[in-house]
């Protein structure tokens, strides 16, 4: 049976698992046993809770029908029945205490799912080839939950990196000459047409020709049953304020370049991305083998939910294999 049990398209399966060297297969089968107790913890915790509740809805169906008895039935409120409803109401409040921690339990730290490294592999094309990429790394005197943290705290740094590249500003020149051209483009698509106060125009065929005035831009907007056109304010504003608003965006631009913030050119991108991303993925290794020596050394260590599986497996892609031999 293959071990991506989570695929359902075995063709799909056979192909990734033919793509694994057999220590990545072994790290998957660990990956998916670790969620498979995960998952039975939860379920087990689910449990509990469930039975909990069910005790707690006997013993308050209890308090109800006995309080029925002596509101309604006219029985006596002995003392023996108020230390039962008592009983009763303890037993509720140790409950639902007891719901509150198995809940906190249940709320397991998230953890890298197989799930996640199923859906990597699938988009892999076929006849990718996965070499092995595994890094060593020498501890010394380091403590191996100190250098796994230290090595988080890296992917972190990275990752916020990373960030700080997306929303990076592009070149001042480059915002400027957009924010610009988009005014007056505006400005000039919104212009009022001065020419038929110039020309003789005829409204209608019956009619004379008369002075034309002039054709101000509109705005269409429809009222249900008819379309009603009036004359469009903002669009007039735009023309007329149009100096103004050329100061106004280059005063409002120039103020996000203050301070020197980080500036990549669009066509930079993709090449910045990459290099962080590489680093990111390096040290994502260097990780997964600290991880395996905490492991060799009975330390359970949970994976970042947002490990690389191809770090976490120890492959990368090399040469492709030539897809005509795969149909």
Do not use: C
Not at 167 to 173: G, Q, V
Not at 231 to 251: G, H, N, P, Q, S
């Amino acid at each position: 049976m293959s071990v991506f049990q989570e695929i359902d398209d075995e063709d799909v399966a056979d192909r990734i698992e033919a793509m694994l060297p057999d220590f990545a297969l072994d790290k998957v089968r660990r990956i998916e046993a670790i969620s498979a107790e995960r998952s039975g913890v939860y379920s087990n915790i689910s449990a509990k809770i469930a039975r909990l509740h069910e005790q707690r809805r006997d013993w308050q169906s209890l308090i109800t029908r006995s309080e029925r008895e002596f509101e309604y039935d006219g029985m006596a409120k002995t003392a023996h029945a108020v230390a039962q409803i008592a009983k009763w109401n303890q037993r509720i409040a140790k409950a639902n205490e007891e719901v509150k921690k198995l809940s906190a339990q249940q709320k397991l730290e998230p953890t890298l799912p197989p799930h996640i490294i199923f859906e990597e592999l699938r988009e892999l094309r076929p006849g990718t080839v996965l070499v092995d990429a595994r890094v060593t790394v020498k501890l010394g005197k380091s403590d191996v939950a100190d250098a796994i943290n230290a090595s988080r705290n890296k992917i972190a740094a990275l990752t916020s990196q990373r960030g700080a590249v997306r929303n990076a500003l592009l070149p001042k020149d480059v915002a400027l000459h957009r924010a610009i051209t988009d005014i007056k483009q505006e400005a000039a698509e919104n212009a009022p047409d001065f020419t038929p106060n110039a020309k003789l125009v005829r409204p209608m065929i019956n009619l004379r020709p008369r002075q034309g005035r002039t054709e101000w831009p509109t705005l269409s907007l429809e009222s249900g049953t008819q379309l009603v056109e009036i004359e469009d304010a903002a669009a007039i504003v735009k023309f007329v304020m149009r100096d103004a608003l050329i100061a106004a965006a280059t005063e409002s631009i120039s103020k996000l370049y203050e301070g020197n913030p980080l500036v990549i050119p669009e066509a930079d991108r993709p090449k910045a991305f990459s290099a962080v991303d590489a680093e990111i993925l390096a040290e994502s290794r260097r990780e997964e083998s600290l991880i395996e020596i905490a492991e060799s050394k009975g330390i359970k260590v949970l994976r970042r939910s947002n490990a690389p599986p191809l770090a976490v497996l120890g492959v990368a892609v090399g040469a492709a294999v030539d897809e005509t031999e795969f149909g």
